[in-house]
Nanobody, 125 residues
Framework: QVQLVQSGGGSVEVGGSLRLSCAVSGYSGSMYYATWFRQTSGDEREAIAGISYPFGFETYVYSVKRRFTISQDKGTKTIYLQMTGLRPEESGIYSC??????????????????WGQGTQVTVSS
């Protein structure tokens, strides 16, 4: 049974930093693609950063480039999202998701069969 367990998140002031973690277990494939999604105040979930396992190729949406960094610990299969320069409009639910490599589009939530439980990020001004 594949499980993605998230930790981190919380509240921070504008311009602050937070780190999210997503621990993957039970996945038997040798390659996967993991992505962080964000859902803000009623909007659809948006893919913001993705990374391939085991090669570590990273993809970002323009709005978070040079502020957010996705990384992974290949030994523990944990994916991280380091967020800096946070803005109030980036408050919302952040979720990690995983799909087999090469299947579907990285930025489409329907491509991902496995999801973390989501965590709230609140940025106050």
């Amino acid at each position: 049974q594949v499980q993605l367990v998230q930790s981190g998140g919380g509240s921070v002031e504008v311009g602050g930093s937070l780190r999210l973690s997503c621990a993957v277990s039970g996945y038997s494939g040798s390659m996967y693609y993991a992505t962080w999604f964000r859902q803000t105040s009623g909007d659809e979930r948006e893919a913001i950063a993705g990374i391939s396992y085991p090669f570590g190729f990273e993809t970002y949406v323009y709005s978070v480039k040079r502020r957010f960094t996705i990384s992974q610990d290949k030994g523990t299969k944990t994916i991280y999202l380091q967020m800096t320069g946070l803005r109030p409009e980036e408050s919302g639910i952040y979720s990690c998701a995983l799909k087999p490599s090469g299947e579907g589009d990285w930025n489409s939530e329907t491509s991902y069969p496995y999801w973390g439980q989501g965590t709230q990020v609140t940025v106050s001004s």
